[in-house]
């Protein structure tokens, strides 16, 4: 496969060196701002990635099949509409878009274009994960469900002292809900499907919320999914 990847964030910073490592895949361009250019130009030279751009119609023109999106929340859906629409197939980081509404016209737009469109979570794809599938019709009736994703971020500190950085600007997508808990909804949506009821119970500071519990209702059980970025614990 060869990849095209829209971004040069920390996402970007790690996981680039792990997929020149991959055979049968090829990672040909980086798309990112004009203000990121020196910035990709070197992660470019690093992994021998051969193109660099900050126009969206120059990296679409590449020989690319797939692009990764992997720019802060708010754009994933303006970047995946525009790689479906010119024939890409699409992986596009958590959260996939900002509002139902938004994955939705993704979706539909994937099926039309008859591409691939997928939200980079590996939650279901894991060998545990595999394995609590196989057990769960051996462990008898399910009455609780508890998921935590608990880590403490890079950026609260700038938050708290009143920087507001994407991932918790409520304007661009940010929040505990958008870019934690979304990893415990894969597990639990994944091993039992769509629930009866949601209702979530947000810690809101500044407007945003830094954590909370999301609590999915199922016929004779609840999921309970807590996540935070102001704190660590077990994951």
């Known amino acids: ?138 462990i008898g009736q399910v009455k609780s469900v508890s998921c935590s994703y608990l880590q403490y971020s890079r950026r609260y500190d700038a938050f708290r002292s009143g920087e507001i950085l994407p991932a918790f600007d409520p304007a661009k997508a940010g929040g505990a809900l958008m870019d934690l808990n979304v990893y415990n909804m894969h597990f639990v949506l994944n091993l039992f499907g769509r629930p009866q009821e949601t209702r979530y119970f947000a810690t809101v500071e500044q407007d945003i919320d830094t954590g909370g519990t999301l609590i999915l209702s199922y016929p004779g059980f609840q999921a309970v999914c807590t996540a935070a970025k102001t704190c660590s614990g077990p994951n």
């Open 1 to 138: 496969m060869k990849l095209g990847i829209i971004g040069t964030g920390l996402i970007v910073q790690e996981f680039l060196p792990e997929l020149t490592k991959l055979e049968g895949l090829e990672v040909k361009a980086l798309l990112s701002t004009p203000r990121s250019k020196e910035r990709a130009e070197r992660l470019a030279a690093e992994h021998g990635v051969t193109a660099v751009m900050t126009d969206f119609e120059k990296l679409a023109s590449q020989d690319i099949d797939a692009v990764y999106i992997a720019v802060p929340n708010d754009l994933h859906h303006l970047y995946a509409k525009k790689a479906l629409e010119a024939g890409l197939h699409v992986i596009v980081e958590k959260p996939m878009a900002a509002t139902e509404a938004q994955a939705r016209e993704l979706a539909e737009l994937a099926r039309k274009q008859d591409r691939c469109l997928l939200e980079a979570v590996t939650v279901s794809m894991l060998p545990g994960f595999e394995m609590i599938r196989h057990w769960l019709p051996a």
